[in-house]
């Protein structure tokens, strides 16, 4: 089993960058795929990028693409997300989640993630 811990979200102007963490407890964090997933109010909650194992495949979603980066650190048992270009519908609670298996093009949904962290806020002011 897994623990994961979110961080590094705030207030940032249109444009700015940010990059989250997610932190992971364990000594088993190189056996799973990661990703990040996000959710507005009112909206569902919805994939923003993944990445396997060994940081080797990376998927992201089509409104991010090209803007945010997913990457980790195994020996530091932590996952990032570099939001570069942010715009104000980037605006969301940002989950990190961990599942066992790889991630590929049909690994999009929350349910195919079976550990979860608390999420942190990202606010992008227009």
């Known amino acids: 089993q897994v623990q994961v811990v979110e961080s590094g979200g705030g207030l940032v102007q249109a444009g700015g960058s940010l990059r989250l963490s997610c932190g992971a407890s364990g000594r088993t964090f190189s056996s799973y795929a990661m990703g990040w997933f996000r959710q507005a109010p009112g909206k569902e909650r919805e994939f923003v990028a993944a990445i396997g194992t060994n940081g080797g495949s990376t998927y992201y979603a089509d409104s991010v693409k090209g803007r945010f980066t997913i990457s980790r650190d195994n020996a530091k048992n932590t996952m990032y997300l570099q939001m570069n270009s942010l715009k104000a519908e980037d605006t969301a609670i940002y989950y990190c989640?961990?599942?066992?298996?790889?991630?590929?093009?049909?690994?999009?949904?929350?349910?195919?993630?079976?550990?979860w962290g608390q999420g942190t806020q990202v606010t992008v002011s227009s």
């Open positions: 989640a961990a599942r066992v298996g790889a991630v590929g093009v049909n690994t999009k949904l929350p349910n195919q993630y079976a550990y």
